[in-house]
Nanobody, 114 residues
Framework: QVQLVESGGGLVQPGGSLRLSCVAS????????MDWYRQAPGKQRELVAQ???????YYKDSVKGRFTISRDNAKNTVYLQMNSLKPEDTAVYLC????????WGQGTQVTVSS
Protein backbone atom coordinates (compact mmCIF):
# COMPACT_ATOMS: atom_id res chain seq x y z
CA GLN A 1 0.00 0.00 0.00
CA VAL A 2 1.55 3.26 -1.16
CA GLN A 3 1.43 6.04 1.38
CA LEU A 4 1.99 9.79 1.16
CA VAL A 5 4.02 11.31 3.98
CA GLU A 6 4.16 15.07 4.53
CA SER A 7 6.88 16.91 6.41
CA GLY A 8 8.17 20.43 6.90
CA GLY A 9 5.43 21.95 9.00
CA GLY A 10 6.05 23.85 12.20
CA LEU A 11 5.71 27.14 14.03
CA VAL A 12 6.82 30.25 12.16
CA GLN A 13 6.45 33.97 12.73
CA PRO A 14 4.37 36.10 10.37
CA GLY A 15 6.40 36.91 7.28
CA GLY A 16 8.41 33.73 7.59
CA SER A 17 8.79 30.79 5.24
CA LEU A 18 8.33 27.04 5.28
CA ARG A 19 8.76 24.34 2.67
CA LEU A 20 6.45 21.36 2.85
CA SER A 21 7.31 18.04 1.25
CA CYS A 22 5.07 15.12 0.34
CA VAL A 23 6.81 11.88 -0.50
CA ALA A 24 5.20 8.75 -1.91
CA SER A 25 6.44 5.52 -0.33
CA UNK A 26 6.27 3.71 -3.68
CA UNK A 27 5.53 4.20 -7.34
CA UNK A 28 2.19 5.67 -8.29
CA UNK A 29 1.08 5.28 -11.87
CA UNK A 30 -1.22 7.32 -14.04
CA UNK A 31 -0.92 10.43 -11.90
CA UNK A 32 -3.23 13.18 -13.05
CA UNK A 33 -2.46 15.91 -10.55
CA MET A 34 -0.88 16.52 -7.16
CA ASP A 35 -2.50 18.89 -4.73
CA TRP A 36 -1.97 20.62 -1.43
CA TYR A 37 -5.06 21.15 0.71
CA ARG A 38 -5.37 22.75 4.11
CA GLN A 39 -7.89 22.57 6.89
CA ALA A 40 -8.11 25.03 9.74
CA PRO A 41 -10.08 24.25 12.93
CA GLY A 42 -13.80 24.62 12.34
CA LYS A 43 -13.35 25.24 8.63
CA GLN A 44 -13.79 23.16 5.51
CA ARG A 45 -10.83 21.62 3.77
CA GLU A 46 -9.73 23.84 0.89
CA LEU A 47 -7.53 23.41 -2.15
CA VAL A 48 -4.43 25.58 -1.86
CA ALA A 49 -2.36 24.59 -4.88
CA GLN A 50 -2.29 22.01 -7.65
CA UNK A 51 0.22 20.85 -10.23
CA UNK A 52 -0.71 18.62 -13.16
CA UNK A 53 1.47 16.09 -14.91
CA UNK A 54 1.73 18.63 -17.71
CA UNK A 55 3.16 21.16 -15.32
CA UNK A 56 0.14 23.43 -15.16
CA UNK A 57 -0.43 25.01 -11.77
CA TYR A 58 -3.36 26.44 -9.85
CA TYR A 59 -3.31 28.53 -6.69
CA LYS A 60 -5.98 29.70 -4.34
CA ASP A 61 -6.27 33.47 -4.74
CA SER A 62 -5.15 34.23 -1.20
CA VAL A 63 -1.80 32.43 -1.68
CA LYS A 64 -0.93 33.60 -5.20
CA GLY A 65 2.49 35.22 -5.28
CA ARG A 66 3.42 33.72 -1.90
CA PHE A 67 3.20 29.94 -2.39
CA THR A 68 4.85 27.83 -5.08
CA ILE A 69 4.07 24.20 -5.83
CA SER A 70 6.67 22.04 -7.54
CA ARG A 71 7.49 18.39 -8.00
CA ASP A 72 10.48 16.08 -8.38
CA ASN A 73 9.35 13.00 -10.29
CA ALA A 74 12.61 11.17 -9.66
CA LYS A 75 12.07 11.53 -5.91
CA ASN A 76 8.31 10.89 -5.99
CA THR A 77 7.94 14.18 -4.16
CA VAL A 78 5.81 17.30 -4.40
CA TYR A 79 6.74 20.49 -2.55
CA LEU A 80 4.96 23.60 -1.36
CA GLN A 81 7.20 26.59 -0.78
CA MET A 82 5.36 29.04 1.43
CA ASN A 83 6.70 32.57 1.82
CA SER A 84 5.36 35.69 3.53
CA LEU A 85 3.25 33.52 5.78
CA LYS A 86 0.26 35.05 7.55
CA PRO A 87 -1.62 33.95 10.66
CA GLU A 88 -4.57 33.01 8.44
CA ASP A 89 -2.36 30.39 6.77
CA THR A 90 -2.43 28.41 10.01
CA ALA A 91 -3.89 24.97 9.28
CA VAL A 92 -3.12 21.31 8.80
CA TYR A 93 -1.71 20.93 5.30
CA LEU A 94 -2.42 17.71 3.46
CA CYS A 95 -1.22 16.42 0.13
CA UNK A 96 -3.48 14.61 -2.29
CA UNK A 97 -2.46 12.74 -5.43
CA UNK A 98 -5.05 11.92 -8.06
CA UNK A 99 -4.07 8.81 -10.02
CA UNK A 100 -5.65 5.47 -10.96
CA UNK A 101 -6.62 5.62 -7.31
CA UNK A 102 -6.45 8.59 -5.01
CA UNK A 103 -4.07 9.10 -2.11
CA TRP A 104 -4.15 11.40 0.92
CA GLY A 105 -1.34 12.14 3.31
CA GLN A 106 -1.83 12.36 7.05
CA GLY A 107 -1.16 16.09 7.21
CA THR A 108 1.42 18.39 8.74
CA GLN A 109 0.62 21.29 11.07
CA VAL A 110 1.58 24.81 10.05
CA THR A 111 1.20 27.49 12.70
CA VAL A 112 1.90 31.13 11.91
CA SER A 113 2.07 33.18 15.08
CA SER A 114 4.22 35.73 16.83
Amino acid sequence: QVQLVESGGGLVQPGGSLRLSCVASGSIFSIRHMDWYRQAPGKQRELVAQITTGGNTYYKDSVKGRFTISRDNAKNTVYLQMNSLKPEDTAVYLCYWSAYQNYWGQGTQVTVSS
